[in-house]
């Protein structure tokens, strides 16, 4: 829980940016052995955003039309934030952050910048982390980025990963509230365990490849996974991180007015809203349009729901995340 402090933390803005690229089912089904009707009924996807390369489209691009439109609803200057936190596993390059170039490309240097790798969990560790920061006093107004350009990193010649994932990112600006001491983030959790990890990753090198890890022909630096395991994993602990938000806050699901869930899966969010009983108006979905954009996919939720004007201040807000590592993460929040 968070411990109470003199000042409150609002989430001042958000924004979202996908690439105009669609990949449908049908050109699924013309590039691999697979249907429409396999991967509605298996995922609840129908079509997904894929950057065009070729074009210059790619993670920095998307993370700079995000944090902008976030910056714009908050009616903030860039040069007002202190920090940029991306959550991210798919920036440009390995050095330097893209944190840092979007914040030079915005113009809120010298703001400090770093890049968080927590797989489909970088926007919610991130938004967590920045919170924390400004309840401790050290800090203002900080913006934080969630994306993922899986899509170069897809064999398109493989069925089981390539229907799942598209390309996305999201932003909010989050800011100090001197006014509202109750407003921010009232329960969080970031959590992970390695053991796991083989069941998505994306090996480099030969050596990356556990010796145990099952004949694949998905090419070396491209996303593996373990579909199966990832889904027992997922459907667990969906259940587990929104049962145990709600515990620790006293909330009910009639208390809260928004369930953000990281779009894995329709059936993995399906089978935790029958467990629990959550109402579908409270549960929003894009899945169908958007796939599984990792860490985009809960930060453009969030702006989406935002927008729509599904979220109110003093509204309480659940959201939830699981991905690759494994790592999961929650927060709970009094808008
Ligand atoms: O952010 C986290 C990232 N990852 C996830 O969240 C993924 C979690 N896992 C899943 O979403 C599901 O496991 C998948 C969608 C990946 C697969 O669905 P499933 O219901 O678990 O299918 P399965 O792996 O048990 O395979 C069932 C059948 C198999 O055929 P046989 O052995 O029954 O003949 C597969 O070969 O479906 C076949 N199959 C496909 N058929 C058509 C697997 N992929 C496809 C496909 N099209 N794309």
Not at 184 to 207: D, F, T, V
Not at 251 to 279: M, T, W, Y
Not at 295 to 306: E, F, I, M, W
Request: include cysteine; charged fraction near 25%; proline fraction near 4%.
């Amino acid at each position: 829980m968070t411990v109470p402090t003199p000042f409150g933390v609002r989430i001042a803005g958000t924004g979202s940016s996908v690439p105009d690229g669609v990949l449908t089912n049908a050109d699924l089904e013309s590039m691999v052995d697979t249907s429409d009707e396999w991967i509605v009924k298996r995922t609840g996807i129908r079509e997904r955003r894929i950057c065009d390369r070729a074009a210059g489209e790619g993670a920095f691009g998307l993370e700079c039309d995000a944090i902008r439109k976030a910056l714009d609803a908050a009616e903030m200057d860039p040069g007002e934030l202190d920090l940029l936190i991306v959550g991210s596993l798919t920036s440009e390059m390995r050095c330097p952050s893209n944190a840092c170039r979007i914040s030079e490309a915005i113009g809120a240097a010298p703001a400090g910048a770093f890049d968080l790798n927590a797989a489909c969990c970088g926007y919610v560790y991130s938004l967590n982390i920045a919170e924390s920061l400004i309840r401790s006093g050290r800090h203002r107004a900080i913006g934080v980025i969630g994306c993922d350009v899986l899509s170069p990193y897809i064999d398109y010649e493989e069925r089981t990963v390539s229907i799942l994932f598209g390309d996305a990112a999201g932003a909010a600006v989050l800011v100090r509230d001197d006014e509202h001491p109750e407003r921010g983030c009232i329960y969080q959790k970031i959590e992970a365990n390695g053991s796991g990890w083989e069941s998505l990753y994306m090996p480099r090198r030969e050596e990356d490849i556990p010796p145990n890890a099952p004949p694949t022909e998905v090419r070396l630096g491209n996303l593996r996974m373990n579909g199966r395991e990832v889904y027992k994993f997922a459907v667990k602990k969906f259940q587990e991180v929104i049962e145990d938000a709600l515990e620790s806050t006293g909330l009910g699901v009639d208390d809260i007015s928004q369930f953000i869930c990281h779009q894995s899966n329709i059936r993995i969010i399906q089978s935790a809203k029958e467990k629990i009983g959550l109402p579908d108006e409270k549960v929003y979905i894009n899945i169908d349009k958007y796939g599984n954009s990792s860490a985009g996919s809960v930060a453009l939720c969030l702006d989406q729901v935002t927008r729509a004007g599904k979220i109110n201040p003093g509204d309480h807000v659940v959201i939830v995340a699981f991905g690759a590592g494994m790592t999961w993460a929650s927060s709970v929040w009094k808008m």
